[in-house]
């Protein structure tokens, strides 16, 4: 079937490489934005069925004048007295100031005595922000004219005043976030290039990945776009950074598979064209069989209850498949025009370089398997072991620098108020029958809910446009985006709660905790779901691919330990010598859709080679040996671009931005060099024959050794 495909590519090279930009051209042409299936709401993603959606779900509907954000205005006096009644009152004056601004996407300006901290360290005037969407660009320029604004208002009063909230630290940490993003872009491209031309000592074959998967990046996007207005996915605003990672990680790893094995071909004497059919025969089943089992690790994300996750899945399959499809038919057609000249001016591909590094380590894993699968493996368990320890942080703000004017006001905030001033847990009490609530019940249920354990602070009852509904905010003892804070409102204060509602009543839990508590729990339900069934699908693949069930059991396997090692490495860096109370909740699903789905790659790879070199008639010690000198390097090669793009996050001044960059990045590493290089070839020459059992997938066949075509074969093509 490869052969085939080769063939025809290499025959029709133009023809094909015509029809793709033809393509390429009508699906960007034709196709709709990536912005218009984006979201930035955490809460959108939840299913109906947790209790924080079903209360943000009630508060739009008998709250409609509540505000998608809000941002905390903090005043206190520049010389940190506590406020006077005269300072109460200018800070009165301030607000109905900035209110007669008509600053657009802003209202309410709220203050008064309740926003006095009891300590009167600090008042607030609370601004709402208008808008659809937490991400609206409109709510990031109003914090901007709130805060130039508010400058000159406070003039001569003797008080200072910053700004605090989401969209306020957001604004603050926009172009951290803008240079981190920019500087892994730049590192990718620099690293690709610079990686290949150490390797292959060419510009053209440098520049072909970047070239290609600039490209197939550009269709990809319109296509997700379109498969998302057909099937109305609501995706992250993180997708266009992840379906640059993926495919310039996966797109480079495809290009050199390709590669390496063309100019293999090339010194053993081929001519150009039949090269690269041979390189498409024997790496094309390696290519097919690697991004099945990425696109099936993918798509299993649709089984996850977190939508993010459901809709981020059909995503990155489509990217994987277009990436597909190029490497085995525009790469080819490419490359077997340029023919020689893909690694001009560099004569090394002539002669095969002695004594090589791959080529010791080969013979270090053939001669000792034992020693290398145990060493590797320790290895792999010791670190996996750290991820016992593993705890969830949803705290974003406390990993964003602490120098801006949003981290001091918030700190300003919660040293006067309680610790959940910025983000209180709203909780609506209802009447079971549609009933208006009386005065006795809501005072009731406020008074019982002001004294729950771990709350510090019941703001007056609110009662909505629904005589059956009413709000009491809470502010917790606690930061509501700690651990301690998510754990309580899941495990306690929620039933608490519930108990405190008085008889034909209802309480649920909404507010920002409430969401990471569900979260939390769904995030667990997913990770429990997601890795089961795709290692069960990836062995699947596995089994077909090399006819075995004996070796996908201990390929998977070293995946899943793999991923384990990675995250209990990451736990031992930041939760030990960093005493960090936690790694970012999103690292186990970054670790499954860059370590587990990526790193799959490179195992069939090597298993791939290790049974081709069995086929030959090498012995599994030899086949062993001869598989990691020869699929070795371009795993190694592959593996660094991809680990070097990831560790560069770890510059950028934002911890989950550094956490990210350092799991990826040793996730990879292992990965390459741990599993697939040592782990994997040493295992397998160890089990010898047995590993392919119960087929015969390292037999020659026909009984003879299995021949590459004639390097005439294509001279009349």
């Known amino acids: ?35 218009d299936i984006t979201s930035a709401d955490q809460g959108s993603f939840l299913p109906h069925s947790y209790e924080a959606v079903q209360a943000a779900e009630l508060a739009k509907r008998v709250f409609p004048q509540q505000v998608a954000a809000t941002a905390a205005i903090v005043v206190k006096r520049a010389d940190g007295k506590p406020l006077t009644p005269a ?61 130039a604004d508010l400058g000159p208002a406070l003039a001569g009063s003797g008080l200072t005043a910053g700004v605090a909230g989401d969209v306020a630290s957001f604004v603050d940490n926009e172009d951290t976030f803008n240079q981190a993003f920019a500087v892994v872009g730049v590192a990718t491209i620099v690293l690709i290039i610079g990686l290949i031309l150490i390797i292959f000592r060419s510009p053209i074959a440098a ?14 996007t319109g296509l997700v776009a379109a498969a998302g207005k057909a ?16 495919l310039f990680g996966i797109g480079t790893d495809y290009i050199l598979f390709l590669l390496f094995r063309y100019r293999e071909r090339l010194r053993a004497g081929d001519d150009k064209r039949t090269a690269m059919v041979v390189s498409v025969q024997r790496v094309g089943e390696v290519i097919t069989s690697a991004a099945g089992a990425v696109i099936v690790a993918f798509l299993v994300l649709l089984l996850a209850s977190l939508g993010f996750f459901g809709s981020l899945g059909p995503a990155l399959a489509i990217a994987v498949g277009v990436m597909l499809i190029t490497s085995l038919t525009l790469v080819p057609a490419l490359v077997s025009l340029l023919g020689r000249y893909v690694f001009w001016p560099s004569k090394a591909w002539q002669r095969t370089p002695e004594a090589n590094l791959a080529r010791r380590l080969g013979k270090v894993v053939g001669r000792r398997p034992a020693l290398v699968a145990a060493a590797s493996g320790a290895l792999l368990v010791a670190l996996a072991a750290g991820s016992l320890a593993y705890q969830a942080d949803y705290d974003f703000s406390s990993g964003f620098p602490q120098d801006t004017e949003s981290a001091k006001a918030a700190t300003d905030l919660q040293r006067g108020f309680a610790a959940g001033a910025l983000a209180p847990t709203e909780v609506y009490l209802t009447t079971d029958n549609g009933t208006p609530l009386t005065d006795q019940q809501l005072n009731e249920f406020a008074a019982a809910a002001a004294k729950a354990p771990g709350v510090g602070q019941a703001q007056p009852p609110e009662r909505s446009n629904d005589p059956s509904v009413a709000r009491v905010n809470l502010l917790l003892n606690e930061n509501p985006v700690s651990n301690e804070a998510i754990t309580l409102v899941r495990d306690h204060l929620r039933d608490d709660l519930h108990a405190a509602a008085p008889p034909r009543t209802k309480a649920l839990v909404g507010g920002t905790t409430s969401i990471f508590a569900d979260i939390n729990s769904a995030n667990n339900r997913d990770l429990s779901v997601i890795l089961p069934v795709a290692a069960a699908l990836i062995a699947l693949i596995l089994a077909l691919l090399l006819r075995s069930l004996v070796a996908p059991i201990y390929l998977v396997i070293a995946v899943l330990l793999n991923f384990a090692a990675t995250l209990g490495a990451t736990v031992y860096l930041f939760q030990g010598l960093q005493g960090k109370p936690g790694i970012t909740f999103q690292l186990p699903i970054i670790l499954y859709l860059f370590v587990v789905a990526i790193g799959t790659d490179y195992n069939i790879l090597m298993i791939a080679r290790l049974r081709e070199e069995a086929r030959e008639g090498n012995e599994p010690h030899e086949a062993a040996a001869i598989g990691v000198e020869h699929a070795g390097p371009t795993v190694a090669a592959a593996g660094l671009i991809l680990a070097g793009t990831f560790a560069v996050l ?68």
Not at 112 to 132: E, F, R, W, Y
Not at 207 to 220: A, E, I, K, Y
């Open 650 to 717: 770890m510059l950028a001044p934002i911890s989950f931005l550094q956490q990210m960059g350092f799991a990826v990045a040793i996730g990879i590493v292992l990965s390459a060099f741990v599993m697939s290089m040592f782990f994997v070839p040493a295992l397998t020459a160890l089990i010898g024959h047995k590993a392919w059992w119960p087929g015969h997938g390292d037999e020659r066949p026909g009984g003879k050794p299995q021949a590459p075509p004639e390097p005439a074969s294509m001279a009349n093509v």
């Open 87 to 147: 300072d109460e009152a200018k800070v009165g004056e301030v607000a109905q100031t900035l209110k007669a601004k008509n600053i657009p996407s802003t209202s309410g300006y709220l203050t008064g005595p309740q926003a006095v901290a009891p300590d009167k360290s600090v008042q607030v005037v609370n601004v709402g922000l208008d808008a659809k969407t937490p991400d609206d660009p409109a709510l990031l320029q109003a914090v901007r004219d709130l805060r």
């Open 1 to 35: 079937m490869f052969e085939r495909l080769g063939r025809f590519v290499v025959r029709r090279a133009w023809w094909v490489i015509v029809g793709w930009l033809v393509a390429a051209a009508a699906i960007i042409g034709t196709t709709p934005s990536l912005g």
């Open 207 to 220: 520049l072909l990945p970047v070239v290609v998967v600039g490209l197939v990046l550009t269709v990809t």
């Open 231 to 246: 099937f109305d996915l609501n995706v992250s605003q993180d997708l266009q950074t992840i379906l640059l990672i993926v």
